[in-house]
Nanobody
Framework: QVQLVESGGGLVQAGGSLRLACAAS????????MGWFRQAPGKEREFVSL????????YYADSVKGRFTISRDNAKNTVYLQMNSLKPEDTAVYYC????????????????WGQGTQVTVSS
């Protein structure tokens, strides 16, 4: 069982920055792909970014490429999402999740999820 706790959400003006963190309880955290997803009101959950465990390869949704950066600190069992140049359309609940079996942008492939953290970007 892996428990995930997100933090760092909040209210920010357009153009601002936030840094989300996701702390995992599992000591085997370093072996898993970690992903960030988000869900805006009335919309389906969507992929934001992921980072692989083996070599730290990263992937991003087109909508956040060049503005968001995912990173991980395996020693701290923590994955981060640095979000710059935020836009009102980035407003959503952001979730981190664990994929124990592969590398995927599909939320159905992820086994464990955090409770989410709200990000609100005002115009």
């Amino acid at each position: 069982q892996v428990q995930l706790v997100e933090s760092g959400g909040g209210l920010v003006q357009a153009g601002g920055s936030l840094r989300l963190a996701c702390a995992a309880s599992s000591g085997t955290f370093g072996r898993y792909t970690m992903g960030w997803f988000r869900q805006a009101p009335g919309k389906e959950r969507e992929f934001v970014s992921l980072i692989t465990w083996r070599d730290g390869t990263t992937y991003y949704a087109d909508s956040v490429k060049g503005r968001f950066t995912i990173s991980r600190d395996n020693a701290k069992n923590t994955v981060y999402l640095q979000m710059n140049s935020l836009k009102p359309e980035d407003t959503a609940v952001y979730y981190c999740a664990v994929d124990r079996n592969g590398i995927s942008a599909r939320d159905s492939e992820y086994d464990y999820w955090g409770q989410g953290t709200q990000v609100t970007v005002s115009s």
